[in-house]
T-cell receptor
């Protein structure tokens, strides 16, 4: 059974600081996704990582994937308050279409 | 990306009753899924809605409790049957096209409270 673990689960940081969220998974996967969820809202897709060594960047967020280590990271650069949200990674097993989600990282960026 | 309309957006129901949630997509999609998200928790897949055949349920979820229909490639329903307070949750529809190179897209969810 695929297990996906994120850490930290809660992150409080100051504006302007950098930090990284980690996503570990337990079995072989060929797709990893990052989503953002604002309170009371649905999930917004941020990144799709398709292969080992993939790196994608959008604004202050950068995601990477190491399939050998079964690890993805979401790096936040010079955080701003608008980035406050819960971030989920989700992993698709090699066979099938189902996604397994991590527990989520609740990020709070303080002025 | 697909535009997903999920109805109702929220409801408050009496225990023992049933509620059907609808998910409508503006274009044909290969895959449709139903998830549950309990307050402050992550998402758990309930089932994959298969067009023209019975849904594929995940461990811990059964058809009698969560019957699902998918009559065509743009529409699906999830019924939460014989509700109890433990069913209070957010129910989310998601859709995917193709092999997974594109992300699953999510509806706005149905916030369900059982009294």
């Amino acid at each position: 059974e695929l297990k996906v673990e994120q850490n930290p689960l809660f992150l409080s940081m100051q504006e302007g600081k950098n930090y990284t969220i980690y996503c570990n998974y337990s079995t072989t996967s060929d797709r990893l996704y990052w989503y953002r969820q604002d309170p009371g809202k649905s999930l917004e897709s941020l990144f799709v990582l398709l292969s080992n060594g993939a790196v994608k960047q959008e604004g202050r967020l950068m995601a990477s994937l190491d399939t050998k280590a079964r690890l993805s990271t979401l790096h936040i650069t010079a955080a701003v308050h608008d980035l406050s949200a819960t971030y989920f990674c989700a992993v698709k097993e090699t066979s099938g279409s189902r996604l397994t989600f991590g527990e989520g990282t609740q990020l709070t960026v303080n002025p | 990306s697909a535009v997903i309309s999920q109805k109702p957006s929220r409801d408050i129901c009496q225990r023992g009753t049933s509620l059907t949630i609808q998910c409508q997509v503006d274009s044909q999609v290969t895959m449709m899924f139903w998830y549950r998200q309990q307050p402050g928790q992550s998402l758990t897949l309930i089932a994959t809605a298969n067009q023209g055949s019975e849904a594929t349920y995940e461990s811990g979820f059964v058809i009698d409790k969560f019957p699902i229909s998918r009559p065509n490639l743009t529409f699906s329903t999830l019924t939460v049957s014989n509700m109890s307070p433990e069913d209070s949750s957010i129910y989310l529809c998601s859709v995917a096209k193709g092999s997974g190179n594109q992300p699953q897209h999510f509806g706005d969810g149905t916030r369900l409270s059982i009294l």
